[in-house]
């Protein structure tokens, strides 16, 4: 499968929000904007678009909501293709039965059947795969459950990335 993620990525960086004072915290002091904050995590695609206004404390506590954000979306970014930091993300089950990676560009998914039959199931933890060959067709359908997440956390990432779109008089 080819992927279909497109990526809104500008030659140069894009920097939103007024320097050197918080949006979240009202810190001014520029001592505390030392590292650069991502608007939108970079494992969203983004690579080109940045906050002044979110100081290195902040920053810091939203690294962790948007980790539970990152756990809860792993499957999906990587059957969609959507490149992280350094490279497109990849699945791999905990018994190595399944995997999905990119070879690349496209996404080839590995499903070792060992002497499976037809109609069987080949579980892992986090992971079921339900095996139904057709007559000229070989299909599976699987069904996974997400890595653990904190919900609350889910939350506040995502009011986070709002808020940080929002300019800062609404």
Same mark, same amino acid.
Request: glycine share 4%; net charge positive; charged share 30%.
């Given at each position: ?48 678009? %940045? ?48 995997? %999905? ?70």
């Amino acid at each position: 499968y080819e992927s279909s993620a497109k990526y809104y990525e500008w030659e140069e960086k894009v920097f939103i929000g007024e320097k050197n004072k918080c949006r979240f915290c009202s810190e001014i002091n520029p001592l505390k904007f030392i590292h650069i904050a991502h608007t939108c995590p970079e494992f969203t695609g983004n690579k080109s678009i %940045f906050s002044n206004d979110e100081c290195d404390t902040c920053n810091s506590i939203f690294s962790k909501y948007e980790t539970e954000l990152s756990n809860h979306s792993h499957f999906m970014r990587t059957l969609i293709g959507i490149k992280g930091k350094n490279k497109l993300p990849s699945f791999i089950s905990n018994n190595q039965s399944v995997s %999905f990676k990119y070879d690349e560009k496209k996404l080839v998914a590995h499903v070792n059947l060992d002497k499976k039959k037809n109609g069987s199931t080949l579980q892992d933890e986090g992971l079921t795969i339900n095996l139904d060959f057709q007559k000229n067709e070989q299909a599976f359908d699987f069904k996974f459950k997400k890595k653990k997440h904190i919900p609350l956390f889910l939350f506040k990432a995502l009011n986070k990335i709002g808020f940080s779109i929002m300019p800062q008089c609404e």
